[in-house]
T-cell receptor, first 112, second 115 residues
């Protein structure tokens, strides 16, 4: 079963607007990661946030983590057409399995 | 440049045939992973390996097999027992010692279809 579930499933915005994607998960975690996937390509790691962190920034990306609500959000500011991609969260649930669990993703379309 | 190479990019399987997808990395990573991605869906873990000569089943291992004889290589065989193999297959690697605290590096995938 998917540990992380992204919301919304799809998002369409105009260039220059901000895009916010959310990820909810079910069990306690150590860290949460966000990845980006361009169509037909592999995933690219964007950012990792630890369970004792509440917010992290990287360029135009801002990630928040609320462990009490078991949720995270990814904000892309001043979006560009090149940001068009699918975005996935990945968690490391306490299951004894030494592998990440990926969500189903948010497909972001940025209109020029 | 260090990275992960998956081959072939496109693969076609005939009824009753086994096919093998190649994954090679030159990042000196201990851990390697295979994922299956169906259209518009997330990634589902097939197999993973934390060290040479050892591997573990993921969520959807039935109909698949792997080997890890070398650190750099983690081939995936899609057997005839996998009745619905059409999907995008992604290989990834990570440093491995602290899997949750390290990013995964991905190849560009193999798209498998049934003839």
């Amino acid at each position: 079963s998917q540990q992380g579930e992204e919301d919304p499933q799809a998002l369409s915005i105009q260039e220059g607007e901000n895009a916010t994607m959310n990820c909810s998960y079910k069990t306690s975690i150590n860290n949460l990661q966000w990845y980006r996937q361009n169509s037909g390509r592999g995933l690219v790691h964007l950012i990792l946030i630890r369970s004792n962190e509440r917010e992290k920034h990287s360029g135009r990306l801002r990630v928040t983590l609320d462990t009490s609500k078991k949720s995270s959000s990814l904000l892309i500011t001043a979006s560009r057409a090149a940001d068009t991609a699918s975005y996935f969260c990945a968690t490391d649930p306490y299951t004894g399995r030494r592998a990440l669990t990926f969500g189903s993703g948010t497909r972001l379309q940025v209109q020029p | 440049d260090g990275g992960i190479t998956q081959s072939p990019k496109y693969l076609f399987r005939k009824e009753g045939q086994n096919v093998t997808l190649s994954c090679e990395q030159n990042l000196n990573h201990d851990a390697m992973y295979w994922y299956r991605q169906d259209p518009g869906q997330g990634l589902r873990l097939i197999y993973y390996s934390q060290i040479v000569n050892d591997f573990q089943k993921g969520d959807i291992a039935e109909g698949y097999s792997v080997s890890r004889e070398k650190k750099e290589s983690f081939p995936l065989t899609v057997t005839s027992a996998q009745k619905n193999p059409t999907a995008f297959y992604l290989c990834a690697s990570s440093i491995g010692r602290d899997y949750s605290n390290q990013p995964q590096h991905f190849g560009d995938g193999t798209r498998l279809s049934i003839l």
